[in-house]
């Protein structure tokens, strides 16, 4: 069963950069569409950035500029780099496939001074 490790999340001032890290298992990233989902609690898990199997990639409009998704497949990763962090963007961030299926543990991102 495909598993999803998410890591490199932590407490970063505003404007400050993080780069995130998913490991799995085969080649999941070489043959699905990937994504980086992020939630607050009480909030609905939201889609912030994808990438196709192609390299193609789209983000959210409120993270579009600052954020980028990229992917090793030799190495099984997907990443997701941060820039310009605001104190919106503190969240759990998951990765996972489009659709998603088996959610992994999340890193928390804290944008805070």
């Known amino acids: 069963q495909v598993q999803l490790v998410e890591s490199g999340g932590g407490l970063v001032q505003p404007g400050g950069s993080l780069r995130l890290s998913c490991g799995g298992s085969?080649?999941?990233?070489?043959?699905?569409?990937m994504g980086w989902y992020r939630q607050a609690p009480g909030k609905v898990r939201e889609l912030v950035a994808q990438?196709?199997?192609?390299?193609?990639?789209i983000c959210t409009d409120s993270v579009k500029g600052r954020f980028t998704i990229t992917a090793d497949n030799a190495k099984n990763t997907v990443y997701l780099q941060m820039n310009s962090l605001k104190p919106e963007d503190t969240d759990v961030y998951y990765c996972?496939?489009?659709?998603?299926?088996?959610w992994g543990q999340g890193t928390q991102v804290t944008v805070s001074s």
């Open positions: 990438r196709g199997t192609t390299g193609s990639t």
């Open positions: 085969g080649s999941i990233f070489r043959y699905n569409t």
């Open positions: 996972n496939t489009i659709p998603p299926i088996r």
